[in-house]
């Protein structure tokens, strides 16, 4: 099988997720897009372990381990979602600036 | 072509688009719905390389966790039913300059790198997959452990409520509005809402 | 090992069979259970139950399902349609899907993954889905409620139901269902052929505690607690989605039920150590062994709904997370010493 398709499938997630993450503003869309770019970054390391043939099969490995970062990464991200929207009543990213100015 | 490859092509096309609605619906909760089948494309497409073990975790991780985790969080936040608000300050003609860019730079590298490149198909099962994991990766493997606890202690202590604060931030008699704009109850909710007006969101700067 | 029967050539003939087989097993797994409720909760509560429906209400449920086609499919004016619509449908697929991998006797299994267990409990984690989106859609408080304690539930019941069943794993050495039934067949302890279920008690009341808290049976039924949510997550649904929810909901005994049969009852097999004939005669013994079991333990899960009162939404998070988590931990470890010593 060609291994520009799950190369491609990545990218395109890859750059979905960063339109994501530049436009939205609800803070939970955020995150999604962040699972979005996790996505790809997965199925790309599983693509190249595939093409490398890796016999400590690092690359899906790797995919594991960014699995569990990325859910991690969501309980934390959530759990300060939250404290925002008991502090402010909202989940608007562009509301959270109080450590701006 | 082959039927991996028929296969690959459409969970790809279906968690592509999927992809797209996720961040374009006007609805969060749909977001959240439509994230699920890309992250199910995602499984598949571990499916058809060969990583089984991976694609199980995809789904048992993602979506049985995370995105309920997502949805949990979006209606605990009062998700209204109808269209919700949409770009940020950013505005949406930047975030997809950038996006294209990005999408196209990475296109023409595979292209140039990966182009003449084939995958021999291989099937790794759970059990070879564990004795690597156990074996080679145990020292990283721990560390992860150590990680997720810490992102659990983290998570309990950022979202847990202050001893007497209570469940509800309590009515300030000098500053009336703030009691106005505390986080509403559940009593009209899910019903359609308006968003809160801009000045009604500074509660506690 | 025995192969499927279902290994027939060609393969699309053979998936057809199969997700036919799965749809099937699937219904009557789910009418046989949801009969026994109504008639062992009848007779526990005095009461004999439905009787008129043919010999001792034994149509009952199927008569209930043609009177649930007949009615009237309301989606409600606020509702979300397409979400609303959906939800039935993801409430029901996990469960034919795992129906799948499950082994209902030598060779009477569907597909045998190489990860059965891990599969299994990855797709019963999707059935939460369902009823996050059937309450959020309906546009209904009480929906929402029931629609949060559900998942609310069923994220922190899974990690119990995950442990113990990682437990086993460790014990049988695989994670194919229908190998560890055979691991299971090969287990002695001190000598004596035993099943999982015996030194594995700990992991047994985990597993089943936290099985009756992912179907949200009681003692655990917050999320539909009919005295303060009506239906919980059900409320606005008719008809056909409504009998899909209840259809899943008995489908989900079934297939809780054959997992722990699998894990710890020792499968077809009527005690490790103890052969089955060869052939067909084997097949439909399995068959009626495994169906036996599952019934068994089904009918605990009704004796519990008639004997506890519901459980308080803080009861139920503090018991998960302070008694049956740690305890689940311990028995990981415990399991995986013992395994390495002996």
Known sequence: MAAVYPLTFAALLFSVGVYGLLSRRHAVLVLMSIELMLAAVTVNLVTFWAIAGDALLTGQVFALFVMAIGAAEIGVGLAIIMLIYRNRASVNIDDADLMRY | MSVPEIVMLATGVVGGAAALLVVTSRNVVHSALYLVVTLLAVAGVFLVLGAEFVAWAQVLVYVGAVVVLLLFGLMLTRAPIGPTGQANELGRALPLAVALAVFVGLVALIATSFGGETIELEHVTPAALGEVLYVAWALPFMTLGFLLTLALIGAVVIARREEGEGPLPEPDPDEPEAAEASPPDSSSWPQRQPEPAPDEREVSA | MATSVFALEPLWLALLLQALAAVLLFLIGALVVGYLEHKVLAHM??????????????????????????????????????????????????????????????????????????????????????????????????????????????????????????????????????????????????????????????????????????????????????????????????????????????????????????????????????????????????????????????????????????????????????????????????????????
């Open chain 3, 45 to 342: 509560q005095d009461r004999l139950g439905p009787m008129e429906a043919i010999w001792h209400g034994i149509g009952q449920l199927p008569a209930d399902g043609l009177k649930f086609l007949q009615k009237e499919d309301i989606i409600p004016t606020a509702a979300d349609r397409w979400v609303f619509a959906l939800a039935p449908a993801v409430a029901v697929v996990p469960g034919v899907v795992i129906i799948a991998v499950l082994p209902f006797g030598p060779g009477l299994w569907l597909t045998d993954l190489d990860a059965g267990i891990f599969f299994a409990l990855a797709a019963s984690g999707v059935t939460v889905l369902g009823t996050l989106m059937a309450g959020w859609s309906s546009a209904n408080k009480f929906s929402l409620m029931g629609g949060l304690r559900g998942a609310a539930q069923l994220i922190s019941y899974e990690l119990p139901l995950v442990l113990a069943a990682a437990a086993i794993v460790i014990q049988a050495g695989t994670l194919s269902l229908p190998g560890i039934v055979e691991a299971q067949h090969g287990f002695t302890l001190f000598g004596v052929p035993m099943i999982y279920g015996v030194p594995h008690i700990i992991g047994l009341g985990l597993f089943f505690v936290a099985a009756l808290a992912e179907l949200s049976r009681p003692p655990f039924d917050m999320p539909i607690a009919d005295s303060e949510l009506i239906a919980g997550h059900m409320t606005e649904y008719t008809g056909m989605r409504y009998a899909f929810f209840m259809l899943s909901e008995y489908a989900g005994m079934v297939i809780l039920s054959a997992l722990a049969t699998v894990l710890f009852l020792g499968g077809w097999y009527p005690w490790p150590g103890v052969g089955l004939p060869e052939g067909a005669a084997g097949m439909v013994l399995g068959f009626v062994i495994t169906f036996a079991k599952i019934l068994v333990l089904s009918a605990i899960m009704v004796w519990l709904r008639a004997t506890f009162p519901r459980m308080r939404e803080d009861q139920l998070q503090r018991l998960s997370w302070s008694v049956l988590i740690p305890l689940g931990l311990l028995n990981v470890v415990l399991v995986a010493t013992a395994k390495v010593w002996f």
